[in-house]
Antibody
Framework: QVRLAQSGTEVKKPGASVKVSCKASGYTFTNYDFNWVRQATGRGLEWMGWMNPRTGNTVYAQRFQGRVSMTRNTSINTAYLELSSLTSDDTAVYYC?????????WGQGVLVTVSS | DIQMTQSPSTLSASIGDRVTITCRASQSIRSWLAWYQQKPGKAPKFLIYKASTLETGVPSRFSGSESGTEFTLTISSLQPDDFATYFCQQYKDYPWTFGLGTKVEI
C-alpha cells in the first residue's frame, strides 16, 4: 500500500534552516509528483510547492521563493523540503503529499518549531 | 492568487443529518477542486476530486457538486466517523489554495 513516511520533529532557532524528508513506498516513486503543504496550529492548509521526482523540476509558491528548496533522491525514494531563514511564523506541521492537483496520499506530518 | 471562501466555518449537526459545506472560488477554476477531511492530529484524507468524483473507498454518503464558481460537499446522512474538519482546494492555477475549513461538530 502507498505510504509516505516523514522524518521527526524539528526545533530550530530563528534564522536557521530545516530539512525534512518524506520516504515513499508502495508505488513507483518517479510516477507521481510531490507537494509540500504546511499547517500552523489551528490554521488552514498552505501549499508551498510541487516537484516532479522524475525530472527534479519544481514550482514554488511565490511567498516562499528564495528560501525554499525541494529535492529528491530517487535511489532511496525520498523527497526533501528545505526551508531557510526561519522565523516564528514558520512554526507549523509540514506535510508531504502525492499528486499533480488533487493530493491523494499524505505523510503523517512533521512538526517544525522555530523558537529562540 | 485564487481565493477559496469556505462556509460555514463551524457546523453543528446530529447523527443522520444531511450536511452541506460550500466553497466559493474568486475566479473560474472550472472543475479543478478537491475536498479533504481532517481529524485532530492527523493528515488530511482525500475525499473528492474534479469537484464531484469520489475517491475509491470513500463512502457514498459523500458527494460533491458545482455551479459556476460555487462548490458543495454534501454528507447525506452524518455518521459518527464524519465529525471532522473539511477543506476544499483548487488546483487550476498555482499557487494551489485551500479554503479555511469547516469544522463539523456534534
Amino acid at each position: 500500500q502507498v505510504r509516505l513516511a516523514q522524518s521527526g520533529t524539528e526545533v530550530k532557532k530563528p534564522g536557521a534552516s530545516v530539512k525534512v524528508s518524506c520516504k515513499a513506498s508502495g508505488y513507483t516513486f518517479t510516477n507521481y509528483d510531490f507537494n509540500w503543504v504546511r499547517q500552523a496550529t489551528g490554521r488552514g492548509l498552505e501549499w508551498m510547492g510541487w516537484m516532479n521526482p522524475r525530472t527534479g523540476n519544481t514550482v514554488y509558491a511565490q511567498r516562499f521563493q528564495g528560501r525554499v528548496s525541494m529535492t529528491r533522491n530517487t535511489s532511496i525514494n525520498t523527497a526533501y523540503l528545505e526551508l531557510s531563514s526561519l522565523t516564528s511564523d514558520d512554526t507549523a506541521v509540514y506535510y508531504c503529499a502525492r499528486g499533480s492537483g488533487e493530493l491523494d496520499y499524505w505523510g503523517q506530518g512533521v512538526l517544525v518549531t522555530v523558537s529562540s | 492568487d485564487i481565493q477559496m471562501t469556505q462556509s460555514p466555518s463551524t457546523l453543528s449537526a446530529s447523527i443522520g443529518d444531511r450536511v452541506t459545506i460550500t466553497c466559493r472560488a474568486s475566479q473560474s477554476i472550472r472543475s479543478w477542486l478537491a475536498w479533504y477531511q481532517q481529524k485532530p492530529g492527523k493528515a488530511p484524507k482525500f475525499l473528492i476530486y474534479k469537484a464531484s468524483t469520489l475517491e475509491t473507498g470513500v463512502p457514498s454518503r459523500f458527494s460533491g457538486s458545482e455551479s459556476g464558481t460555487e462548490f458543495t460537499l454534501t454528507i447525506s446522512s452524518l455518521q459518527p466517523d464524519d465529525f471532522a474538519t473539511y477543506f476544499c482546494q483548487q488546483y487550476k492555477d498555482y499557487p494551489w489554495t485551500f479554503g479555511l475549513g469547516t469544522k463539523v461538530e456534534i
